[in-house]
Nanobody
Framework: VQLVESGGGLVQPGGSLRLSCAAS????????MSWYHQASGKERELVAS????????NYVASVKGRFTISRDNAKNTVYLQMNSLKPEDTARYYC?????????WGQGTQVTVSS
């Protein structure tokens, strides 16, 4: 079982990034998928989540209107499109898969927003 995040990097304020989370060893369609972030010295925080069929999405207030979570169950992959990035979005971003029985985490990908 593995979740592998990619797509992070250094971007200027106002820029965009698209994070990907590729799953292996299990089927993401059976899980609620989420993105969390953790800034240096802070607690890990839920950023966005998406239901099993993609029809139910939720966002933390600070990213509403700027970030979009999506999933492609055929590719066993979840995405986080991040637009209008701000310095306060700087953090390590983690992918999570959860159902009533299991809870999986990736290793994360670093996003740094700086000029």
């Amino acid at each position: 079982v593995q979740l592998v995040e990619s797509g992070g990097g250094l971007v200027q304020p106002g820029g965009s990034l698209r994070l990907s989370c590729a799953a292996s060893g299990f089927t993401v369609s059976r899980y609620v998928m989420s993105w969390y972030h953790q800034a240096s010295g802070k607690e890990r925080e839920l950023v966005a989540s998406i239901g099993r069929d993609g029809g139910d999405t939720n966002y933390v207030a600070s990213v509403k209107g700027r970030f979009t979570i999506s999933r492609d169950n055929a590719k066993n992959t979840v995405y986080l499109q991040m637009n209008s990035l701000k310095p306060e979005d700087t953090a390590r971003y983690y992918c999570n898969a959860r159902n009533g029985l299991s809870d999986y985490w990736g290793q994360g990908t670093q996003v740094t927003v700086s000029s």
